[in-house]
């Protein structure tokens, strides 16, 4: 069965710091899709990427970057320069090739504070 | 687009009470997801359509707990007699394979704001 593990639970940062976020997964599939997802206090859940586990090219979008490992199993997300607006719940999660539906395994999450 | 939206919000009901959440997705979107999110935990899967075929449930989806899509947009939850372990996050998610980059892969999944239940 898929398991995601964020082992930070909470990272307070002042304003302009880089912000790292640790992701873990294990799956038995062979293909499978990694994402992160952000949850502002307002609660809804806002997509921010995804990658393919056939693709560990690690890319940088914006202020954001991620650093995608197969032999480590890990799918780290880095925030750059923090604003205050990044502050939120950030979860990544697993989808495997071989589920029905592709449905998503999240993460504990990890609370970003980002203090100005 | 319009996102994916839910009704009620929020809700506040009695233990033993019938509720029903109802979620729109996004429109031309063809699978639809339930998910519960309780208080400081990631959001865990329920249930998914592909268009009104409920096509697999989660063991948390207890026999109290039944949704429908019947004609393949907008999507039901209800939960019969509720108790005060029902009381979560109700988040719906819709994605469409057919716009996803890779043939048979994987296809972001788009959340509407969910609704709150408290049972008291």
């Known amino acids: 069965a898929q398991k995601v593990t964020q082992a930070q639970t909470e990272i307070s940062v002042v304003e302009k710091e880089d912000v790292t976020l640790d992701c873990v997964y294990e799956t038995r599939d062979t293909t499978y899709y990694l994402f992160w997802y952000k949850q502002p206090p307002s609660g809804e859940l806002v997509f921010l990427i995804r990658r393919n586990s056939f693709d560990e090219q690690n890319e940088i979008s914006g202020r954001y970057s991620w650093n995608f490992q197969k032999s480590t199993s890990s799918f780290n997300f880095t925030i750059t320069a923090s604003q205050v607006v990044d502050s939120a719940v950030y979860f990544c999660?697993?989808?495997?090739?071989?589920?029905?539906?592709?449905?998503?395994?999240f993460g504990g999450g990890t609370r970003v504070l980002v203090k100005p | 687009d319009t996102g994916v939206s839910q009704d009620p919000r929020h809700k506040i009901t009695k233990r033993g009470q019938n509720v029903t959440f109802r979620c729109d997705p996004i429109?031309?979107?063809?699978?639809l997801y339930w998910y519960r999110q309780t208080l400081g935990q990631g959001p865990e899967f329920l249930t998914y359509f592909q268009n009104e075929a409920q096509l697999e449930k989660s063991r948390l989806l207890s026999d109290r707990f039944s949704a429908e899509r019947p004609k393949g947009s907008f999507s039901t939850l209800e939960i019969q007699r509720t108790e005060q372990g029902d009381s979560a996050m109700y988040l719906c998610?819709?994605?469409?394979?057919?716009?996803?980059?890779?043939?048979?892969?994987?296809?972001?999944?788009?959340f509407g704001p969910g609704t709150r239940l408290t049972v008291t």
């Open positions: 429109s031309e979107h063809n699978r």
């Open positions: 999660a697993l989808s495997e090739a071989g589920a029905a539906g592709n449905k998503l395994t």
């Open positions: 998610a819709s994605s469409n394979p057919g716009q996803g980059v890779v043939a048979g892969g994987e296809y972001e999944q788009y």
